[in-house]
């Protein structure tokens, strides 16, 4: 009987060998930035309670209404594949009281989300974020650090193509004098039944809608920045001030909408012009009332969250990406049963000193394991067998030009495998 092969689940990314490797450095390069400004680990379920989302990310959203994957388990508990990950490390820091020790609490995270969308280049059903949160202060330098830390990440990366857009959702006070002009203004609009309840819920989202003619019906629409509340302002003001010092540029957009309904205040968006229609490579802002919603104190927060595939899509598209240059150190041939001990034994201890060895398995003849390590884009080639063992001695070949040197087995950890 011949079995049927098995495809992956549509829309999900994955990397597998020799492209795994731009995937790792991408991901850690983007991590590094916020591990320097003291950012710790946070690592959370995959998978929550419904509510958490559909509370915390607001019903009005696409990603509550459309995308989320959820399903009874077995005890027949509502549960949703984590869409993003903020919602996840708030319920974290109140469940586990991170919020009652030193303020800010500051975290990173790195894993998949998953999002029921139509896939398309770029946009996936289980996709990779990095993202930070710093929780508990409302201090505009953290803003700034906060977007300084996603932009160091891109930059690390060696990005060029993108910039930073930039915007103030101000707090309930402006929100409010703004929503009152707003819904006056869409008022006057004459809207289907799918849209009026979009904006009733939140009438910011018609900013978002991509169809021309909402979009020119759109253009006379109340802008939030003209309704910031003097705190707001200021604060915003200080965000920007700090970001020219740190010599992060930036856009504004007034326009700007994000997919999730819990921001507040600083809002921002990295878009890469290389991409097409999934341009943003990550966004973040603050999210003042988000810990209080879901039975937390009242504290406000702020974070970010980058995509780590269209990251790798915007490396590959400015050309940032080399062929995989995966190559171990050294390709150990053992020949014959009695060398594979040693061969063992060996490869574990030059592993311990950072030596990357790999081991050539199985029974292949010497011809065979050679052509093996040569694929394998090994530097260096040893063959382990009883002569070698016999006397302690083997013969260390360089593999870019056949050279070739003598070593004893005992002074190979003092071998320069580097050079
Ligand atoms: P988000 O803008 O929904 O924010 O997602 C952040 C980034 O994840 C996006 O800019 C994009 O690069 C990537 N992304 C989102 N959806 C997909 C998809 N279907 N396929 C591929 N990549 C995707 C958040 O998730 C917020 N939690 C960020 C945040 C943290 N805000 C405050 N703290």
Same mark, same amino acid.
Not at 152 to 168: A, M, V
Not at 203 to 226: N, T, V
Not at 239 to 263: E, F, I, Q, S, T
């Given at each position: ?25 991408? /991901?850690?390069? *983007?991590?590094? %930035? ?20 559909? @509370? ?17 388990? !077995?005890?027949? @508990?509502?549960?949703?594949? @984590? +869409? ?24 990173? $995270?790195? &894993? #998949?989300?998953?999002?029921?969308? !139509? ?11 990095? &993202?930070?949160?710093?929780?508990? =202060? ?31 959702? &101000? ?7 703004? /929503? ?9 609009? /004459? *809207? ?7 904006? #009733?819920?939140?009438? =910011? ?16 629409? %109340?802008? *939030?920045?003209? $309704?910031?509340? %003097? ?22 957009? +007034?326009?700007?909408? @994000? ?17 097409? #229609? ?8 603050? $999210? ?45 041939? +053992? ?6 001990? +040693? ?28 052509? #093996? ?24 070949? !360089? ?21």
């Amino acid at each position: 009987m011949k079995f049927e092969k098995i495809a992956a689940p549509k829309g999900v990314s994955e990397y597998a060998p020799p492209d795994s490797a731009a995937f790792e450095w991408v /991901r850690q390069s *983007l991590i590094d %930035p916020a591990k320097l400004a003291g950012y710790q680990l946070i690592e959370l379920p995959v998978f929550e309670d419904t509510t958490l989302f559909s @509370r915390g990310v607001g019903e009005s959203t696409d990603v509550v209404s459309k995308e989320m994957y959820t399903f009874e388990d !077995r005890g027949g @508990r509502s549960i949703t594949l @984590r +869409p993003e990950g903020t919602a996840g490390v708030m319920r974290s820091v109140i469940e586990n009281s991170l919020d009652r020790g030193q303020l800010p609490v500051k975290v990173w $995270y790195s &894993g #998949a989300f998953f999002r029921a969308e !139509r896939p398309q280049a770029g946009r996936y059903r289980q996709f990779y974020q990095v &993202g930070v949160e710093a929780i508990g =202060l409302d201090d505009p330098a953290i803003d700034a650090e906060v977007i300084a830390i996603a932009d160091r990440g891109f930059k690390k990366i060696g990005l060029k193509n993108y910039r930073l857009e930039i915007t103030s959702l &101000g707090d309930a006070k402006s929100r409010a004098a703004h /929503r009152v002009d707003l819904l006056k203004f869409i008022s006057t609009l /004459r *809207l289907d039944e799918a849209t009026a309840a979009r904006a #009733a819920i939140n009438p =910011l989202r018609l900013f978002d809608d991509k169809r021309d003619e909402m979009k020119q019906a759109m253009e006379k629409a %109340p802008l *939030l920045m003209d $309704y910031l509340s %003097p705190e707001s302002e200021s604060h915003f003001k200080q965000v920007l001030a700090y970001l020219a010092a740190l010599k992060v540029d930036y856009v504004l957009n +007034p326009r700007m909408v @994000r997919g999730l309904d819990y921001y507040t205040g600083t809002t921002f968006e990295f878009v890469h012009s290389d991409l097409g #229609a999934q341009s943003g490579i990550g966004g973040g802002g603050r $999210y003042d009332g988000l810990m209080e919603t879901l039975g937390g104190q009242n504290l406000s927060g702020i974070g970010f969250g980058l995509g780590v595939d269209r990251a790798l899509l915007a490396a590959k598209a400015e050309g940032l990406i080399a062929k995989s240059a995966f190559s171990s150190d050294l390709f150990l041939i +053992p020949l014959g049963d009695k060398a594979k001990g +040693p061969a063992l034994s060996i490869s574990a201890q030059l592993r311990e000193l950072g030596i990357v060895t790999e081991i050539a398995f199985g029974d292949r003849a010497l011809k065979g394991a050679m052509k #093996a390590a040569d694929k394998s884009g090994s530097r260096y080639v040893i063959v382990l067998g009883e002569a070698e063992l016999a006397s302690g001695q083997v013969e260390i070949k !360089r593999m870019s030009d056949g050279a070739t040197s003598s070593v004893k087995i005992s002074d190979l950890s003092s071998f320069a495998f580097d050079k």
